[in-house]
């Protein structure tokens, strides 16, 4: 509903390189992609091999860093595979260059040697 009619934009109607294969895939090849004032860092982790119990939980945290952040970002971090019941506990420490990260799980499996990834969102410095 509503729009440029299909067709309307093409490479001649866009400046000059405004969209290029190496802006689009820079987020996935370097980690991070700056847009307008939105700024966009993904990255992944694997946790060691030592858990910890509390609650009848077991977590284990880990520590990121990115950059180019004016302030505080919005982060998100998900198991790759492994236990559904994975899930991130908590941030700490969140800073506009670096957070530490909680993960926990019912079994200690679920976040001993597993790989998070993570992204963090925000308004570029």
């Known amino acids: 509903v509503g729009g440029l009619p299909d ?5 001649d109607t866009l400046a ?8 689009i895939s820079n987020l996935f090849s370097g980690g991070a992609i700056t ?5 966009i ?3 992944s982790q694997t946790l060691d091999g030592s858990a910890s119990l509390s609650g009848g939980w077991y977590y284990n945290d880990f520590n990121i860093s990115y950059s180019g ?15 559904h019941d994975a899930f991130t506990a908590g941030y700490e420490s969140v800073t506009t260059t670096s ?3 909680f993960m926990t799980c019912a079994r200690e499996a679920g976040v ?6 993570w992204i963090a969102i925000g308004q570029a410095a």
């Open 7 to 11: 067709g309307s934009v093409d490479a």
């Open 16 to 23: 000059s390189n405004a969209v290029t294969s190496a802006k």
């Open 35 to 39: 847009i307008g004032g939105l700024r």
């Open 41 to 43: 860092v993904t990255g």
């Open 69 to 83: 952040f004016a302030s505080v970002p919005n982060i998100a971090v998900t198991p790759t595979m492994g236990y």
């Open 99 to 101: 957070a530490r990260i």
């Open 112 to 117: 001993e040697g597993r790989t998070f990834t």
